[in-house]
């Protein structure tokens, strides 16, 4: 797991979204970034150069 | 007879059919019986009497001109207002679309139409199927017919609310993690999550693209099957739309299901979610019918239900965060806290987070397509608790408890939730049947048997009966 | 919009580069807030992304 986060680093990822949050937002979603990062991680596991995502483009398919 | 409005669709197709019930008359029953509950209930975000009456009246003409079209001519059907409407706002519960009017119907609606059904009105939903129940939005919530001060759940909250109180007979629901099981488990229906790609989402406002589906919401397994054979077919409308042969849904309604073999998720609902002590009692002994019907049980074990959420949650929180970006960017204040906030949670996921939620998927699709192979039926609960009070559903929970319904939007597999009893305060339990892809019959033949070997489907909420 | 540093997006992304690196690549971080910005447009509820999920063979 990588350090935890500081506000100032995560003010800049806010910031680049283009949100403006209130200070009461910015301190609820600060405090649930770790969340983000646990659910980020479990994504992760060894896999081959082959596997697939499961979305495929399809053209003709619009 | 009794009051129309509690026959479920097959009872009111046979009357119809015979001509013994009007389906004016059933209209006007419905719409009495909305006007005096959904003051409370508030399941419409907006009922269209002059339309639904027009309808019943072409359908009632149609009928005595020999010219019956099926099980749902003449029905009462409400729609979650997430699905377009011709001429009809269409909000998703939300101040954004306030006065939004599409020019077309959305093609499942097309199909209820082409099938005769009335349709009632929009039903509330969560705003943008995921903000809820929030009371800063366009109209209240839905309230649940066994006790209003609680929550239907969501995201088809008046579709939840509206089947059990019988101001409708059947509703149209959108199911993205969860949104037509929790609200049909809530509130003691039958309701299916058809396989991805069967019914069309075309005209219906997404919340995620690759997990929304369409599906119907009923008073029984039966009823659902009767919906889907109007609403299934290959639509070139919608990109993921499936080209498969459509079965005859009801063609399991009735029989034994005496040999099937039902894997249950014991994983799921005693550990990795665990459900309350009454919810468990209830699936065992919905497990020990089950038995009795003569099927076989055995337990089966999948990848951890928190692998299925991670994947669930992310890419449905990168996926509304991608529709509603500008919106959230421009004018957060026009949307409710709750939709607000979950919304923008998609905002912090990456976009090798995204792709590695779908190669995830597909690992863990496969994963339960092995163990499928073993079964004909998944089963867990449909919900581990019974509705909670309506000011009490946490913000974030979706986010920090596992849902017991995502695995099988991330798998895509049929789900049907069906009412397994009540708890002790009087509210619905429920338990969850998970099929083969395309296999929906198998589920709507096992819910069937269920529900007939039990009695819950003879009570309806006390609220609702007859004044 | 504020700019998100480069060295910030690195480290969220668990990556890290030598000093010249990372100016080397603050140079392009313009072009490439210019190309996502492009892939913006005022579409509809409606409008579908055009990948498709397909999970199971037919």
Not at chain 1, 6 to 31: C, H, N, W
Not at chain 2, 55 to 76: D, M, N, V
Not at chain 3, 3 to 30: C, H, I, M, W
Request: charged share 20%; glycine share 8%; with cysteine.
């Amino acid at each position: 797991m990588p350090d935890p986060i500081t506000k100032e680093a995560f003010a800049a990822i806010v910031a680049d979204r283009g949100l403006t949050l209130s200070p009461e937002r910015f301190e609820e979603f600060y405090a649930l970034y770790p969340l983000v990062r646990e659910i980020r991680a479990r994504l992760r596991n060894p896999r081959g150069y082959d596997a697939e995502p499961a979305s495929i483009f399809s053209p003709g398919a619009f | 007879m009794s009051d129309p409005t509690f026959l479920t669709i097959a009872e009111a197709a046979k009357l119809i059919k015979a001509r013994k019930l009007s389906p004016v008359e059933l209209a006007q029953a419905c719409i009495a019986k909305t006007k005096r509950l959904d003051n409370v209930l508030c399941a419409y975000v907006e009922l269209t009497e002059d339309i639904a009456l027009a309808a019943a009246r072409t359908a009632e003409a149609e009928i005595a001109a020999g010219g019956w079209k099926g099980p749902l001519h003449g029905i009462p059907i409400g729609l979650k207002d997430i699905y377009d409407t011709a001429g009809t706002r269409t909000t998703g519960h939300s101040r954004l679309l306030a006065t939004r009017v599409p020019d077309e119907d959305a093609t499942t609606v097309t199909k209820l139409r082409q099938a005769g059904s009335v349709i009632t009105g929009k039903l509330g939903t969560f705003e943008f199927a995921i903000g809820g129940p929030s009371f800063d939005i366009l109209t209240p919530p839905a309230r649940n017919p066994w006790n209003p001060d609680h929550t239907t759940g969501g995201s088809s909250s008046g579709s939840g609310a509206a089947v059990a109180a019988g101001l409708v007979l059947g509703a149209m629901g959108t199911d993205t993690g969860g949104s037509i099981r929790g609200p049909s488990a809530l509130c003691g229906l039958a309701g299916i999550k058809p396989t991805y790609g069967l019914l069309s989402r075309k005209g219906i406002l997404p919340l995620s693209q690759s997990l929304d589906h369409a599906g119907p919401m009923c008073w029984t397994s039966e009823d659902c099957a009767l919906m889907m054979q109007a609403l299934a077919g290959h639509d070139p409308g919608d990109p993921a739309s499936a080209r498969v042969p459509i079965p005859d849904y009801a063609a399991e309604i009735g029989k034994p299901v005496q040999g099937l073999r039902i894997g249950v998720i014991r994983h799921f609902h005693e550990t990795d979610n665990p459900a309350t002590p009454e919810v468990l009692a209830a699936l065992e002994e919905a497990i020990r019918v089950l038995g009795g019907l003569g099927c076989e049980v055995v337990d089966v074990t999948l990848p951890p239900l928190a692998d299925f959420a991670a994947v669930g949650v992310t890419i449905m929180a990168s996926e509304a965060f991608a529709i509603h970006e500008k919106t959230l960017q421009a004018s957060p204040e026009l949307y409710g806290e709750f939709g607000r906030d979950r919304i923008t949670m998609g905002a912090f996921f990456t976009a090798a987070d995204y792709v590695a939620a779908g190669y995830k998927r597909r690992e863990l699709a496969a994963k339960v397509a092995e163990v499928m192979k073993t079964v004909d039926v998944l089963m867990t609960v449909g919900s581990p608790f019974p509705a909670q009070p309506i000011d009490a559903v946490p913000k974030y929970l979706f986010f920090r408890t596992p849902s017991l319904t995502m695995p099988f939007n991330v798998t895509g597999l049929p789900a049907l939730c069906v009412a397994m009893g009540f708890s002790s305060t009087g509210l619905p339990l429920s338990m969850q049947l998970v099929g083969k892809a395309f296999a929906e019959p198998v589920l709507f033949g096992l819910g069937d048997a269920y529900e007939k070997a039990t009695p819950w489907k003879s009570r309806r909420p006390a609220m609702a009966l007859a004044a | 919009m504020a700019d998100l540093s480069v060295d910030r997006q690195l480290a969220a992304a668990g990556l890290k580069l030598p000093p010249g690196d990372v100016e080397k690549l603050a140079a392009l971080a313009a072009d490439l807030a210019a190309a996502a910005a492009t892939v913006r447009r005022d579409w509809s509820y409606l409008t579908e992304p055009v990948q498709a999920l397909r999970l199971w063979k037919k």
